[in-house]
């Protein structure tokens, strides 16, 4: 069977070849520009003018340590956005918490949350988690930085999410929020989110 050309991969190897010596800062930028190229090419999006238009992109400023007030470093944290179903500020939202990996457009335009958007007329937005994809801090990843990935901080990160894509969306407040995820630890994350905000913040999740 014969295998097609991976356009990625001779970057992807240069970048590898290259990072003994190359800044750290130039690689990070690199490695986005690498990650973006998969996610668009993952869901065959071109660049030209006849392109599928893209999902809207946002970040949102999250405390590093939301349980230490004292502390004021933040990390930006990314997430996705597809309306084209949304029919009513009273509409269900759907929101695709994060796992393991980066999040790319596709969170928002393929799978459950986005094949049931139309039916119910739902705003589907995905978080990706801290420290994954491009949500990582300013700091980069070392060990001391870790101590802030837990499952409290993406409990921490959900909440305030939910608060600000409200105000930013102008989401009723009657709106279901429906969870959707993959992963045993990712349904563990939906249920504590649920109970510790409470069923008058978000419905019951699915996961797959």
Same mark, same amino acid.
């Given at each position: 069977?014969?295998? /097609?050309?991976?356009?990625?991969?001779g970057p992807l190897l240069l970048v590898s070849l290259w990072a003994s010596s190359a800044p750290a800062s130039l690689l990070r930028r690199l490695g986005e520009h690498i990650l973006r190229f998969q996610e668009s090419s993952a869901l065959g999006l071109g660049l030209g003018p006849d392109s599928v238009t893209l999902p809207k992109e946002g970040w949102l400023e999250q405390p590093l340590d939301p349980f230490n007030a004292s502390d004021r470093r933040s990390l930006l944290q990314r997430y996705w956005v597809n309306d084209q179903h949304w029919t009513s500020q009273d509409g269900p939202v759907f929101l695709h918490l994060g796992g393991e990996g980066s999040l790319g457009p596709g969170s928002v335009m393929r799978g459950?949350?986005?094949?049931?958007?139309?039916?119910? /007329? $739902?705003?589907?937005?995905?978080?990706?988690?801290?420290?994954?994809?491009?949500?990582?801090? $300013?700091? =980069?990843?070392?060990?001391?930085?870790?101590?802030?990935?837990?499952?409290?901080? $993406?409990?921490?990160?959900?909440?305030? $999410?939910?608060?600000?894509?409200?105000?930013?969306?102008?989401?009723?407040?009657?709106?279901?929020?429906?969870?959707? =995820?993959?992963?045993?630890?990712?349904?563990?994350?939906?249920?504590?989110?649920?109970?510790?905000? /409470?069923?008058?913040?978000?419905?019951?999740?699915?996961?797959?």
């Open positions: 069977m014969d295998i /097609g050309p991976v356009p990625w991969l459950h949350p986005a094949n049931l958007a139309p039916i119910w /007329g $739902a705003l589907v937005i995905s978080l990706e988690h801290r420290f994954y994809g491009l949500s990582i801090p $300013a700091e =980069g990843l070392d060990m001391a930085q870790l101590r802030f990935l837990s499952s409290r901080h $993406a409990l921490a990160d959900a909440a305030s $999410a939910h608060l600000t894509l409200s105000r930013l969306f102008n989401v009723s407040s009657t709106s279901p929020w429906i969870c959707f =995820g993959v992963s045993p630890s990712i349904f563990c994350l939906h249920r504590l989110f649920r109970l510790r905000c /409470g069923p008058h913040w978000i419905s019951p999740s699915i996961t797959t």
